[in-house]
Each structure stands twice: as structure tokens, then as C-alpha cells.
């Protein structure tokens, strides 16, 4: 059973920075993109950024040039490193990560980690 598990969120100051891991785990045989998502209160889950199996990335315009998305390949963990915080990015974050499970399998399944919380302090 393919898990998802987060961990870094807390509170932080205004200005601060965080640094967000997921791991995955669990009958893995590939994994192609991995991202994160967030979501805030009384919002929708939102795209924060992305990153494929090779390397490319993609952000929201509200993260660029503040956040960066890792991965290493080699642990199956994705990263997000949070610059310049700010109130407006409080949310749970979510990660999640296109897994194959078989070699036989053509398309990866998405995976959801349960989410942690990032509280931006003014």
C-alpha cells in the first residue's frame, strides 16, 4: 500500500522560511511527477507546484521566486523550500506523487499525503 508522509509544517514568522518533505513508500516501482497543493481556510485546494521525474518544474505565480521544489529520486521524497512567507500562504499543504506499482502498469496512479499545517504569523 503506496503512503504519502509529510512532515515540516509548524508557525512561522512573517519573512521566515520552511522546509516541507514528503516521503512515499510502499511497493513503489516508478514515480512520475511529484507536487504540492495547499489549502486554505474557506478555500480550494490549489496547485503550489510541480515537479516530473526528470527534473522540470512548475510553480504558481503566487510562489515563484519564493518557493523551490525538490526531489530526491533515489529516497522517493519530494521537498518544497518556503522563502519570504508570507500570512496569505497559512494553509494545509498537501503532497502527492503519480505512482506505478507494477511494471505491467501504463499509468501512474496519484497518491495523496495526509497534509500538514503552515501558519504564518504577521
Known amino acids: 500500500q503506496v503512503q504519502l508522509v509529510e512532515s515540516g509544517g509548524g508557525l512561522v514568522q512573517a519573512g521566515g522560511s520552511l522546509r516541507l518533505s514528503c516521503a512515499a513508500s510502499?511497493?513503489?516501482?516508478?514515480?512520475?511527477?511529484m507536487g504540492w497543493y495547499r489549502q486554505g481556510p474557506g478555500n480550494e485546494r490549489e496547485l503550489v507546484a510541480t515537479?516530473?521525474?526528470?527534473?522540470?518544474?512548475n510553480y504558481a505565480d503566487s510562489v515563484k521566486g519564493r518557493f523551490t521544489i525538490s526531489r530526491d529520486n533515489a529516497k522517493n521524497t519530494v521537498y518544497l523550500q518556503m522563502n519570504s512567507l508570507k500570512p496569505e500562504d497559512t494553509s494545509v499543504y498537501y503532497c502527492?506523487?503519480?505512482?506505478?506499482?507494477?511494471?505491467?502498469?501504463?499509468?501512474?496512479?496519484?497518491?495523496w499525503g495526509k497534509g500538514t499545517l503552515v501558519t504564518v504569523s504577521s
Open positions: 515537479i516530473s521525474s526528470g527534473g522540470s518544474t
Open positions: 510502499g511497493g513503489i516501482v516508478s514515480i512520475n511527477a
Open positions: 502527492y506523487a503519480g505512482v506505478r506499482t507494477a511494471l505491467w502498469q501504463r499509468n501512474a496512479i496519484d497518491y
